[in-house]
């Protein structure tokens, strides 16, 4: 899965790509996990943010676009006509002068889709702790929330409340540096 860093650079390389343009014609995979793409249809693009391992991209009338990729989903934009491929799970046309889609891309579907209310999630999104880019963030109350629990420390930073966006590479790292 990627980890906080790849997903923030996904952001930050989608951002110019995508504001101010609005979505036209969706296409979307027949699953349900990637079939919400379709709620964005007519949506303008507001922002790309990214809370933990996960990209919020801001629509208009308050909603979000929300892309967790997945082990081995991506996001790009293409020509529009360009032949896509048999991984494409979802796109969208942007409706201006450049003529480009916008696609999710993801082999192995693993990754999903949902379009929100802003800030009103669901599941893991609803309840992961603060972002681990979060000036905010103290290392006392990252002490406070591992100590809260009895699992084991790995177990907890995947589970995403401690801290957003710690996946297992980095979690490993982490306690290999900490030994």
Do not use: C
Not at 6 to 17: N, S, Y
Not at 19 to 39: C, N
Not at 66 to 95: C, E, F, I, K, N
Not at 106 to 125: E, I, N
């Amino acid at each position: 899965v990627p980890e906080l860093p790849e997903v923030e650079t996904i952001r930050r390389q989608l951002e110019p790509l995508v504001v101010g343009r609005r979505f036209g014609e969706v296409w979307a995979f027949a699953h349900p996990k990637f079939s919400p793409a379709l709620d964005a249809a007519g949506s303008e693009v507001r922002s790309v943010g990214r809370r933990g391992k996960y990209l919020l991209v801001g629509l208009d009338e308050d909603r979000e676009l929300v892309v967790h990729l997945g082990m081995t989903g991506s996001l790009r934009v293409r020509p529009a006509g360009d032949a896509g491929d048999a991984y494409v799970r979802a796109w969208w046309a942007l409706d201006d002068a450049a003529g480009e889609t916008l696609e999710f891309r993801d082999v192995r579907r693993f990754g999903r889709l949902a379009v929100a209310v802003g800030g009103a999630y669901a599941g893991t999104l609803a309840v992961q702790g603060p972002d681990a880019l979060d000036p905010a963030l103290t290392a006392e109350a990252f002490w406070r929330s591992l100590r809260a629990s009895r699992r084991a420390v790995k177990t907890q930073l995947l589970s995403q409340r401690p801290l957003a966006g710690v996946g297992n590479i980095y979690a490993d790292e982490a306690l290999w540096r900490a030994r």
